[in-house]
């Protein structure tokens, strides 16, 4: 795709302030002429910087992916890449590639294309801070991130009537202290600014997927790796357990749901009398 230059009301949301340091994507919008809405998903270029055969390509391939611990991250790429050169930090302009939508007020999309891009980030959101604006309807670019949840929420509803499975679940985070030890353990809802992001990625994989797919007459498909897992004998007698205690699960689950809520109502409940008796 061709070059371009992007600075139109660019931002990230993502977890909270210090947890995370390599921001590697970003969305735009803005308002285009016959109702439509042009939103841009940005991710981070990396390749520019890591070329194929090189040392730093070699121990990424060993590597194979980042490590995300409780209280750490250790990456597959140098610290001063992922976390400073490649990020989209805010003001900073970063090279990128970028997926660009076209847009109905209907979710509905109208054009697209993929091309490289330099981005300039306005402002970096946390989750909760995102999660503010859609939820008050105040806060930087209310406007903008309103626009992107709503859009965001009718992609999402199309989705599951096509047939899409909700992996909706509840995330086990802990808390810990300066020394590395646990001192609580909590869960962690998916809200609707974490489906926002969730759902412009997805857009954005599949039109990138659909345009390497289709194949113009008298042309080569794109090589693509496609990975197929061996038939591991553990692994499936164990998709086939799962298969025969599926509907088990599926009564047991809410009940054992429900337990847990029971038992949260208790503490809570317990905890308040401690702290009215002190």
Known sequence: GSSGWWHDRCGQAGPAAGSAKDFDDALSIRKLKGGLWEVGVHIADVTHYVKEGGIIDKEAEKRATSVYLVDRTIPMLPERLCNFICSLRPDEEKLAYSVIFEMTEKGEVKNSRVVHTVIKSDRRFTYEEAQEIIETGKGDFQEEVLQLDKLAKILRENRFKAGAINFDRYEVKFEIDEKGKPVSVYFKESKDANKLIEEFMLLANR??????????????????????????????????????????????????????????YQFLLSTHKLVHRS
């Open 207 to 264: 039109t990138v997927a659909e345009k390497i797919g289709r194949v113009p007459k008298g042309k080569k498909a794109k090589v693509l790796p496609y990975r197929i897992h061996p038939r591991n004998k553990t692994i499936w007698t164990f998709y086939e357990n799962c298969f025969h205690y599926l509907i088990i699960f599926h009564v047991l689950f809410p009940i054992l749901l429900s337990f847990d809520r029971m038992f949260q």
